[in-house]
């Protein structure tokens, strides 16, 4: 039964930021991640007979950062409460979570569509919990290994609310908050390793409808690509099940990458009653506002204002801005070189956004490790500035830079890429190149004008390579227009 | 030599009249004696409390001894003992060797105090006649046919046939104060979060504490010395300083204004309980103090309130023993659900079962409000009540039980009987309040005790009153015959 009816889909979703504290939660054990298993548990996150949590500080400070980063009320008093189910990688039978009162009220983020269009969209709470173990399946034969390294590390549970209409906007969103806990420096944002997940909540209502349509949760979605095309699916799948004549059923699905496509994992009926209720072995989080204002005073500028700032500041474009403060490393490394090279920034841009971020791919690691650093490579950008290389040259002087071969300076030295610009010696190289080819010479000067810009390319490419590259191609170009007229 | 208290065996000690190793011997001499009769211990730990003891005399000859170093003591099974068996009085931990020490375990080793074996207990702490522990019920000492209380019956009776000087407890409805009053011996229960509960197998965590289980109010402030104070691994902890709860024994009572709960003495108390009571107020009156009667209205809404919070609780705490990482574990499970539960019904007696359940029922969705969320509505109430009370006067006092010693088996199907049992104790637990029971005399050649409940962090002016009744009486000094 194909209908005329236009479908407006709804999502929300519910993000699990592991929070970058060197202990767990509520335990003095590491939460480094990839330790063999099973070594970075502790009696506590065992949960052994008699043992007690404790809080840690850092994890609230980082929930503060959080919601003052989203614009949202801290919470003045905020409860644990003890989510009860029973799994094998969940030690104690319960989860520690927050439930009736989180650490972070109401707040909102904006985001970007790529058409340029801005959309507000709502953060209904976010409230800290414990991460469960995992279970391991292969290599037990017909049982389940456990591994408790991850059990008590700190979570931040961030739930929007159902304001995106489209895969699009939920990425756009949850782009928008990976960039921030990165730039707070309060979750490392992977999401191979799990440190940034996703679950969204789907449903679909006929466009103009108010009241909200029968939703789905999709879950195992560890990828910004898994996340779009699993709602994309599940969209399509409600629609399809909506205009068969069916109805779609409350139900957690799991989006399975190799097929492309979601499945019933548990239906609502089979959904835990998690019986929560306040830990008795915790207290309340209160939060006075002096702290408040003393955490406000250390967040760092964030992703919007940063990138507003450089267009402002540097002129760069919306382009170039988005992509330079996509991460804060890089910004910062941007703004660094930019430093570094006398506030030179669109060719700073460009250098950061080209060359380097080609070689961190190529070798597969990220800015704080760069092989060149920020001065090095604004030192750099002085020197094709003012004309001690040229462009060209600054390729094989920053591969130089990259193999550890000393900064900008000491490689143009010591390889004598220092660009050619005196005149005499210029104009012996244009003098001989036209004398060495009477016949390019002849076809440039019966060109008609508009031609000859194409043509004189051949005569600055024979200078180029006489001079190695260290003629200045500006006084070439120059040289040669008035000789060969 | 074992009919000294701490106080004079700490002298005795001293003095070289005897070493630790002597002191201890004799002890576990006792204990294998009596022990197969009364069943207190569930473990003994002979080779242990030797080296302790030994460790001790070298402290004493070195002259570094501390007022508890080498008295020997016993630790309720609900306390984590590092190496040994820790049971909780439960078949599900029978094969449980904690890996580490209870806070209170540790202060009480750094004071230098020997552990002479784990006493026995009802089945995580949930009983009031010790009948639920999988090793089989205590015997009263005072009546082998009767039960010591509970749920630290075992620590009860061992300090009351002498079994063992001083022992530890916990009271999370009246478990400390309870067997103490049937058993004729001191059981202080201090002020929520004054002991921690770090490494103290948890039932119900916001009533459960620790505290001792004495012959005498002195020594309880001993011990309170060495088990109180804040532990950063336990958040419920106080950071309140702690006292020297010895200093104020000897104050006068001159002054002291009693509270009489008008709802303690209505009618229904046991008359021969009831005389003992007055009889002891009358003996504070005669040192000083006042009397007037106050009410604490909402004390019979105390016993529901108190067993819905607790087995909502436990519910919860006793989720972790599910045969995954330590525990029972049933044999050749089909799958993850009979691993749960039959590990859980082979694990768990009756009582623990009937609380999980109860605690289950009343945090489900749909009923959370009507019960969990209810029981602490009169939490609050009763706490109120107390607080109120507290303005106007110093302590309270009342009977610790409304009963003495019942017989075994007495009340082992008629489990609502045996929550009436806890009336006077359990909403000291809601409230979060310190309370004493000393023993005040006899009904039926059984031994009656006296509750008296003090302010929060009160434990100095508890102590001191139940000394200087103690000063005045000679009940404390009563002995069950074959064990004085």
């Not at chain 1, 239906?267 to 939060?287: H, Q, T």
């Not at chain 2, 529901?304 to 519910?315: K, N, Q």
């Amino acid at each position: 039964m194909a209908t005329d009816i236009k479908w407006e889909t709804v999502i929300g979703l519910e993000i699990h930021a592991q929070l970058a504290t060197k202990s767990k939660i509520f335990s003095g054990a590491a939460t480094t991640y990839g330790a063999d298993a099973n070594t970075q548990a502790c009696a506590v996150d065992l949960g052994l007979p008699g043992v007690l949590p404790v809080l840690n500080q850092q994890a609230v400070e980082m929930a503060i950062k959080f919601g003052l980063a989203v614009d949202a009320h801290i919470a003045d008093k905020s409860v644990f409460a003890r989510k009860n189910y029973f799994y094998p990688d969940l030690p104690k039978g319960y989860q520690i979570s927050q439930f009736e009162l989180p650490i972070v009220g109401n707040g909102d983020i904006e985001i970007q569509l790529a058409d340029g269009s801005k959309k507000i969209i709502g953060i209904t709470r976010a409230h800290l919990e414990e991460d469960a173990g995992k279970s391991v399946h292969d290599g037990f034969f017909d049982n389940t290994g456990v591994d408790l390294n991850r059990a008590g590390t700190p979570l931040i549970e961030i739930v929007s609310e159902p304001d995106m209409r489209s895969a699009e906007e939920a990425i756009a969103y949850l782009k928008k908050i990976h960039s921030i806990v990165r730039y707070l420096k309060i979750c490392d944002g992977n999401m191979q390793e799990g440190s940034f997940r996703c679950d969204a909540n789907v449903s679909i209502r006929p466009m103009g409808q108010e009241e909200l349509g029968t939703r789905t949760e999709l879950k195992n979605l560890n990828s910004f690509k898994f996340i779009e095309q699993a709602i994309n699916y599940e969209i399509e799948r409600q629609i399809d099940v909506i205009e068969s004549g069916a109805e779609v059923v409350q139900e957690t699905r799991l989006y399975d990458p190799n097929k492309n496509e979601t499945r019933t994992m548990r239906s609502k009926e089979e959904a835990n009653d998690y019986r929560y209720f306040p830990d008795p072995d915790l207290l309340p989080v209160c939060i006075d506002q002096e702290t408040i204002e003393a955490i406000k005073k250390e967040l760092p500028e964030l992703p919007d204002a940063k990138r507003e700032r450089f267009i402002k500041e540097f002129d760069l474009s919306e382009y170039d801005s988005d992509v330079i403060t996509a991460s804060r490393d890089q910004a910062e490394y941007f703004e660094d070189t930019v430093n570094a090279a006398n506030g030179e920034a669109k060719l700073s841009a460009n250098w950061v956004m080209g060359e380097l971020s080609a070689v961190l791919n190529k070798n597969n690691t990220d800015i704080t490790n760069s092989p060149v650093s920020a001065e090095m490579l604004g030192g750099m950008i002085k020197r094709i500035k003012d004309n001690t290389i040229s462009s060209k040259i600054a390729k094989q002087v920053f591969e130089a830079m990259c193999n550890g071969k000393g900064n900008a300076d000491e490689i143009i030295d010591n390889q004598g890429l220092k660009q050619v610009t005196d005149t005499g010696a210029i104009e012996k190289l244009v003098d001989d190149v036209i004398a060495a080819n009477p016949d390019q010479v002849k076809q440039y000067q019966e060109s008609p004008a508009d031609k000859q810009g194409k043509l004189i390319g051949f005569f600055v490419g024979q200078i180029m390579k006489q001079s190695k590259g260290k003629a200045n191609p500006q006084q070439v170009n120059q040289l040669l227009q008035e000789k060969l007229k | 030599m074992y009919k000294k208290t701490i106080k004079q065996l700490s002298s005795a000690l001293q003095n070289k009249d005897f070493s630790s190793e002597e002191l201890v011997s004799s002890y576990l001499q006792r204990c294998d004696s009596h022990n197969s009769n009364l069943n207190c211990f569930i473990s003994l730990m002979p080779e242990t409390a030797i080296a302790q003891a030994r460790s001790a005399d070298k402290k004493i000859q070195n002259g570094e001894a501390g007022p508890l170093t080498g008295i020997p003591l016993a630790h309720k099974d609900i306390f984590c003992t590092n190496g040994t068996k820790t049971s909780c009085g439960s078949s599900m931990l029978d094969n449980f060797i904690a890996p580490y020490d209870a806070t209170v375990v540790t202060r009480l080793n750094e004071a230098g105090m020997v552990t002479l074996g784990k006493t026995n207990m009802d089945e995580f702490a949930m009983g009031s006649t010790n009948e639920t522990s999988f090793y089989g019920a205590v015997k009263n000492p005072w009546d082998t046919a009767r039960v010591p209380g509970g749920s630290s019956g075992g620590s009860a009776a061992a300090v009351a046939a002498k079994l063992a000087p001083v022992a530890t407890g916990t009271d999370t409805g009246g478990s400390i104060r309870q067997p103490a009053s049937l058993c004729g011996i001191t059981g202080l229960k201090p002020t929520y979060g004054r002991v921690s509960r770090y490494g103290m197998i948890a039932y119900a965590s916001s009533l459960d504490q620790g505290g001792p289980i004495t012959q005498t109010a002195e020594d309880a402030a001993i011990m309170l010395n060495a088990m109180a104070g804040f532990d950063e691994r336990d958040s419920t902890s106080a950071e309140q300083a702690v006292e020297d709860y010895t200093k104020d024994l000897n104050e006068s009572l001159d002054g002291l204004k009693i509270g009489l709960p008008k709802q303690y003495f209505d009618g229904q108390l046991d008359a021969s309980i009831e005389s003992v009571i007055q009889a002891g107020v009358k003996q504070l009156e005669k040192l000083g103090a006042n009397v007037k009667e106050i009410e604490l209205p909402n004390s019979e809404l105390s016993i529901p309130a108190y067993y819905v919070i607790a087995s909502a609780e436990c519910s919860s705490n006793l989720a972790r023993f599910d045969g995954v990482r330590f525990g029972h574990r049933c044999d050749d499970p089909e799958d993850l659900t009979d691993l749960y539960l039959r590990s859980r019904a082979e694990g768990f007696g009756k009582e623990v079962k009937r609380r999980i359940i109860t605690g289950t029922y009343v945090l489900s969705a749909g009923y959370y409000d009507a019960y969990y969320l209810k029981a602490q509505k009169l939490r609050r109430m009763i706490r109120d009540d107390f607080r109120s009370a507290l303005e106007d006067v110093d302590v309270i006092i009342g009977p610790t039980a409304p009963q003495t010693a019942f017989k075994l088996n007495e009340f082992i199907d008629d489990p609502i009987s045996m929550y009436l049992s806890d009336i006077y104790t359990v909403s000291v637990n809601l409230a979060g309040l310190p309370a004493i029971s000393v023993p005040a005399g006899f009904a039926n050649e059984l031994p009656v005790g006296m509750q008296i409940i003090g302010n929060y962090f009160a434990e100095s002016r508890l102590l001191n009153i139940a000394h200087q009744f103690q000063q005045a009486t000679d009940w404390h000094q009563q002995s069950p015959v074959g064990f004085d």
